[in-house]
């Protein structure tokens, strides 16, 4: 790779930390928050993840705080190119307790493209085969369809509702709350992200 091909795709260059089938992880920086705050902003995304998307300067900050914050991992989410495609977390990690939850953003040209099924199995790998978590738990709206056949095809098992739990645009709206024990992905029949 010459200079002008890392200047053309300068995410080619950075640090892998874990691989999925056709993607990889590397750790979000503060410089990515332009970025997340992008697909963030997108009005699918921000209705399907609950939030406003609010001002770049805040989530900037709160992109440097999250660097600095010992009980998630962030990462954007890569493909082989390097071309990133999403922004993927484990956020309320407590090693004590054995559990963190999932969380996935994509942008809205990589949706529907099997991308999200191939990082939320990276991830869980992460989750269970490296780190010592017992339960990896997932929310999203009760009408992400999409979402919601993602993580049941990954192994997550729907445990239930939180009733009008999340105020978006002036609407409440319904939470499904789905899990994924170690057992559970122990259990899974499909290759590991360190068999890639």
């Given amino acids: 790779m010459n200079e002008d091909d890392e200047a053309a795709t300068p995410d080619a260059t950075r640090e892998r930390f874990w691989r ?11 410089d990515d928050a332009e970025l997340i705050h992008h697909w963030r902003a997108d009005p699918v995304a921000a209705h399907e993840i609950g939030v406003w998307p609010g001002s770049l300067h805040e989530f900037r900050e709160r992109v440097e705080a999250n660097v600095e914050d010992r009980d998630r991992d962030d990462f954007l989410v890569l493909l082989a190119d390097g071309t990133p495609v999403g922004h993927i977390a484990l956020i309320e990690e407590n090693f004590a307790d054995g559990t963190a939850e999932a969380y996935l953003l994509l942008a809205p040209e990589h949706r529907r493209k099997g991308i999200g099924a191939d990082a ?3 991830l869980t790998d992460l989750a269970f085969g490296e780190l010592p978590l017992h339960r990896v738990e997932a929310v999203t709206h009760t009408d992400n369809t999409a979402a919601l056949a993602t993580l049941r095809g990954a192994g997550f098992v ?5 009733r009008s739990s999340c105020l978006h645009r002036g609407r409440r709206h319904d939470n499904a709350i789905l899990g994924l024990l170690r057992a559970e992905w122990e259990a899974l ?7 890639h």
């Avoid at 029949?189 to 068999?195: D, G, H, L, N, Y």
């Fill in 189 to 195: 029949v499909r290759p590991r992200s360190w068999e």
């Fill in 120 to 122: 939320l199995a990276a």
């Fill in 158 to 162: 729907h445990e239930g509702v939180r």
């Fill in 20 to 30: 999925g089938r056709d993607v990889a992880f590397t750790p979000v920086e503060p």
